[in-house]
């Protein structure tokens, strides 16, 4: 019967346990036993003497050893902080990142000066996290998310019951596919966007988070040539699109979208750290004929 064990002794333990080169070991470490002890991290601080319960300790060795392996911490406390939400992940959704946010932030600036109630798509939502961080902050417009794989519906419908987010509402589709004939005023999308041979990908990231919402072709654009292609069907006049890509492809997915014939105002926006993240198109006005 393994004995019960120090908050010090098992911290000091763990590090011991995960690579001297990973910087986020003490972190990791803290997180992953105030999630069993269902505590805050000051708490380890304030009471480092405590001793835990020898069930608690098996399976915080348990987690630390996966840590070990690569496992993102995400998915071994089943859920991520996203503009301050909450919300529930797992090895079906992408790990949503705080870069993402820029297309929260870009919509939402944009929608506070047009009239309500609007109509926003996110398409290849994953655990929800744009879709619910836009619901949030607009409560009077309609957003409607999209993804093909049915798991990760599954986990941003519980994300959305448990916020209670009613204006959110998800289907199950390949991009625009699950949109019927309905129009929107903003279309927004972080697709994949890796190229499938890229070397610059994390080997925790291409083990355990889902290859389909990673890689998009030998270029990476695959995806992004598809959304970009779709989504004059579903806006509306001066509608809006903005798609999430990579820090290569700010010139490729302005070239798409002037390709289309059907966007102006294409430009990109840069994220906290000076990098090319958001590549955005208005929809050109129709031409009245009436007037020619």
């Known amino acids: 019967m393994e004995t019960a064990k120090t908050v010090t002794g098992l911290l000091r333990w763990a590090l011991r346990e995960l690579a001297t080169d990973n910087k986020s070991a003490v972190l990791d470490a803290e997180v992953l036993l105030a999630h069993l002890l269902q505590r ?9 003497e405590e001793r835990i319960e020898a069930s608690v300790v098996r399976r915080y060795r348990k987690l630390i050893r996966r840590r070990a392996s690569g496992e993102p911490v995400a998915y071994l406390v089943g859920r991520q902080e996203f503009w301050s939400l909450p919300l529930e992940v797992n090895a079906a959704t992408l790990i949503p990142r705080p870069e993402t946010e820029l297309l929260v932030e870009l919509v939402v600036g944009m929608c506070r000066s047009r009239p ?5 798509a996110d398409l290849g939502t994953g655990c929800g996290a744009i879709a619910l961080a836009i619901g949030k902050e607009l409560p009077q417009a309609k957003v409607f998310a999209t993804d093909i794989s049915k798991k990760a519906l599954t986990v941003a419908r519980r994300n959305r019951r448990r916020l209670e987010l009613n204006n959110v509402k998800f289907y199950h589709g390949d991009w625009c596919e699950a949109l019927g ?9 972080n697709p994949p966007y890796i190229e499938e041979d890229s070397t610059e990908v994390e080997e925790s990231v291409r083990t355990f988070e889902p290859y389909q919402a990673l890689f998009s072709g030998e270029d990476g654009l695959a995806d992004l040539k598809r959304i970009i292609s779709q989504a004059p069907n579903h806006l509306l006049p001066n509608g809006t699109l903005l798609v999430e ?4 492809q700010e010139d490729s997915v302005a070239q798409l979208m002037l390709s289309t014939g059907m966007f102006s105002e294409v430009g990109s926006h840069y994220d906290a750290a ?3 993240r958001v590549g955005l198109g208005r929809m050109a006005e129709p031409i009245d004929d009436d007037l020619w």
């Open 181 to 189: 004939r309905k129009k929107f005023d903003i279309m927004v999308a």
């Open 245 to 248: 890509h990579g820090h290569k």
């Open 274 to 276: 000076g990098i090319p």
């Open 116 to 120: 309500a109630p609007l109509r926003i």
């Open 40 to 48: 805050e991290r000051s708490w380890l601080r304030t009471w480092p």
